[in-house]
């Protein structure tokens, strides 16, 4: 007999079909009633075990986490919470789970911190199970609308031997013997004689790469994980992240602007449609969650009243410059709120400083543009002014930075002017300066951190609970 997923069951009209089910239980009451969860969505079925069906050994072995499987039929239920149970022709125990020793049992309530600790166990509560069903309806999503558009899906390399970012934030990838490295007549570490014949490290960005096939396709996305070795211990920040990033031919950077708002009103609109009752859930634990804060540390919406915010206003679009200004002005600065006060135009804003003009002073999501050369990459396309460049981060309640693009520097004279400028060798380049040199034109594109956008529609606050296994600073376990 085929095994129906519980998601399905649940919503099968009953009529004492013959039914066979498997997955674990979640709990057991009065000797009769198992509540069993498969992880296709939280809600458990009932299955009934009358009395004498089972012989007392078995029932002792019905316990939290046990796996099981369950022939029986399907009737209208009784008791309350629930449409449809089970009433079980027999059971059998696939695999015991020792209640004196499972984590989760022997805990009332555990805590995010502690759930981390046994991230292998974490998938089987009701938070996570919300969580990773929601992360891949966004995955889903993402593609969907690329699909829908005519984007040509690019696998970037994650070895690579280039900074795409320039920012030095690298992890070396090697097979030499580290403890005894060869050296080269200037007493350094000899890469020529490594695994590629040359110094590699895993990807900060499939952007540069992404560059080459826009320049074919015009319209290319890609959605794979990149590393940063940057030392932040912050609630926002992975050393292991899953990057969206779309690149487009004859897009400028308001072109760019639109199809990112868009972007992120679909997959935010397809996940609401698509897992309503896991965000509902997830909109109930964070109002229990903040119910331990002050009143006036709570969030002023609820995640369902966010999520819809957002897709009902259009973002606030601003330069660096007007940002500067609202923020120098506000009163928050002026009476020295901020950690780090805004004096002066030129300053790169901190998560603190985005997060006041996105919760505080709109009160909604905002697009800064064209920000200061200096605090951003060098293939940002240069305006006029001689300071700034095309750049544009999209900002978001709760989250800060979700966003990063730009429209990119198309001018040959002018990229190699800058790389020279930041010090960045342009034979190492050669390959991406030749977009400029062969058929070169006006593009654009932009990266969207697939955690914090999982972080925003989960409403979950810190970044290591919406990826399975963390990778941060001095914790990398599984
Ligand atoms: O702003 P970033 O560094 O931009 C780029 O990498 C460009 N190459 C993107 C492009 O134009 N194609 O990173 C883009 C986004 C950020 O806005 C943020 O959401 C996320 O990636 N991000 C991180 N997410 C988690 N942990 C980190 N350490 C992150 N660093 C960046
Ligand atoms: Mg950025």
Redesign the pocket.
């Known amino acids: 007999m085929a095994r129906l997923r519980i998601k399905e069951i649940l919503n099968t009209t009953p009529q004492n079909q013959a039914i066979e089910v498997k997955g674990w239980v979640r709990s057991f009451r009065n000797n009769q009633f198992i509540a069993i969860n498969d992880g296709s969505t939280n809600n458990n079925l009932q299955v009934v075990v009358e009395l004498g069906l089972l012989e007392e050994a078995t029932l002792k072995r019905i316990t939290a986490s046990a796996s099981v499987k369950v022939n029986g039929t399907l009737i209208e239920s009784m008791g309350k919470g629930q449409k449809v149970e089970v009433k079980a022709t027999s059971l059998e125990i696939l695999g015991d789970s020792d209640p004196e020793k499972y984590p989760l049992q022997l805990r009332n309530k555990p805590s995010l911190e502690y759930l981390r600790e046994i991230a292998h166990l974490r998938f089987r509560t009701n938070t996570f199970g919300a969580v990773f069903r929601v992360r891949h309806t966004l995955a889903y999503a993402i593609h969907k609308f690329f699909n829908e558009k005519g984007f040509l899906y690019i696998h970037t390399p994650i070895i690579t031997s280039s900074d ?2 320039g920012a030095g934030e690298m992890f070396r990838v090697t097979s030499l013997d580290m403890m005894n490295p060869p050296k080269n007549e200037s007493g350094n570490i000899d890469y020529t004689q490594d695994f590629f014949g040359k110094s590699t490290n895993l990807t ?2 499939g ?1 540069l790469e ?1 560059e080459l096939a826009a320049m074919a396709f015009s319209d290319i996305y890609t959605f794979g994980p ?1 590393f ?1 070795a ?1 030392n ?1 211990n912050t609630a ?4 292991e ?1 899953w ?1 969206i ?1 779309p ?1 487009m031919a004859f897009y400028d950077l308001n072109d760019n602007m639109d199809l990112a708002e868009e972007m992120m009103q679909y997959v935010i609109r397809y996940a609401m449609e698509h897992n309503l009752e896991d965000i509902e859930f997830l909109s109930n634990r964070l109002v229990d969650e903040e119910k331990q804060k002050p009143q006036n540390e709570r969030s002023e919406m609820t995640l369902m009243e966010k999520l819809k915010f957002c897709l009902e206003n259009k973002f606030e679009r601003i330069t660096y410059t007007q940002a500067i200004d609202i923020l120098r002005e506000s009163n928050h600065n002026k009476k020295k709120k901020f950690q780090y006060l805004v004096d002066k135009w030129g300053v790169d804003l901190q998560s603190e400083h985005e997060r006041y003009l996105v919760e505080k002073h709109f009160k909604k999501p905002v697009i800064l543009t064209n920000y200061p050369k200096e605090i951003k ?1 060098f293939y940002m396309r240069q305006n006029d002014d001689g300071k700034t460049v095309a750049a544009m ?1 999209i900002l978001f309640p709760g989250i800060g ?6 429209q990119r520097e198309e001018r040959l004279e002018l990229l190699e002017n800058r790389m020279k400028e930041i010090g960045i060798p342009a034979e190492e380049l050669s390959w991406y300066l030749d977009t400029r040199r062969f058929g070169t034109c006006q593009h654009a ?5 697939f ?2 956008l999982v972080l925003f529609v989960t409403g979950m606050t810190n ?1 290591r609970d919406v990826i399975p296994f963390p990778r941060t600073p001095n914790n990398c376990e599984f």
């Open positions: 795409a970012e900060v960005s952007q992404g990149t940063r940057e932040s926002r920040h992975l050393a992240f990057m990033e690149e990459s981060d930075e979700i966003v990063g693009g730009s594109g932009f990266g969207l951190g955690e914090r970044i």
